[in-house]
């Protein structure tokens, strides 16, 4: 929802650091992999590659033109090269910043296929067009389910009161309808694509503590936006 833009960015904003530079980080190097263009770091989560991408010259980004971003810089970055990218404003209340903060940390393309995937796009291509939309919007508790690992599962019955056994069978399901919870059980499929994925990069044991942490946090912010999008309007 496009009214989620700025508590998104908020969000995704204050997990990021500032500069920095490693030299054995793709992200750090203009070209997008080690040894290729400058050593040039990121800051804000903007990596050197993003940042020569938006420049439109590999070999304009430097360390310098790195330490200069800005927030606002980084925030209006953010803004066109993710959000606006990703079709956030159509999505969800809680689903925008699931994307749109695991896109940032990730890849584009990987958070809207896992999107795509739980909606029952055949051939995800991470791309967000209509097709990505309807489905989504008239994808189902039972067409769900199946995307959550038991952990999950078992926070969505938490979260619907029902006893929590890790599996979603016949009580949870008639449940989850009567209490409206597709957008909370479309918070928990991403979140299990997204474990997983995290669970699968190279550098897992040496970051992921941080990116789980960063997962849990993730769904507490995408929850209060649901819980926002989904409140009565006072008068």
Not at 71 to 76: L, S, V
Not at 218 to 229: E, Y
């Amino acid at each position: 929802m496009r009214s989620n833009l700025l508590p998104s960015l908020n969000f995704t904003m204050s997990a990021e650091g500032g500069y920095q530079c490693n030299r054995a980080d793709d992200g750090n190097w203009s070209g997008g992999r080690v040894g290729r263009g400058n050593l040039a770091g990121t800051k804000y989560g903007i990596s050197a590659a993003l940042m020569a991408a938006v420049m439109g010259d590999v070999s304009s980004v430097t360390p310098t033109i790195m330490r200069r971003i800005t927030d606002e810089q980084a925030r209006n970055i953010a803004t066109e090269h993710f959000w606006q990218v990703m079709q956030c404003d159509a999505l969800p209340s809680g689903v925008d910043l699931m994307l749109f903060d695991f896109g940032f940390n990730s890849s584009k393309e990987r958070a809207v296929k896992q999107l795509q995937h739980v909606a029952g796009i055949a051939r995800p291509d991470g791309v967000v067009g209509q097709d990505t939309l309807f489905k989504l919007e008239h994808s189902t508790p039972a067409s769900i389910a199946p995307f959550l690992s038991s952990n999950y599962a078992e926070q969505l019955q938490h979260y619907l009161g029902v006893s929590p056994d890790g599996a979603i069978g016949p009580l949870t399901l008639k449940a989850a309808v009567e209490q409206k919870a597709h957008g909370a059980m479309l918070i928990y499929a991403l979140a299990t694509q997204q474990e997983a994925a995290y669970r699968s990069f190279k550098n897992f044991s040496v970051f992921g503590r941080g990116w789980l942490s960063r997962l849990e946090a993730r769904i507490v912010a995408a929850h209060h936006l649901l819980s926002a999008g989904s409140a009565p309007a006072t008068s």
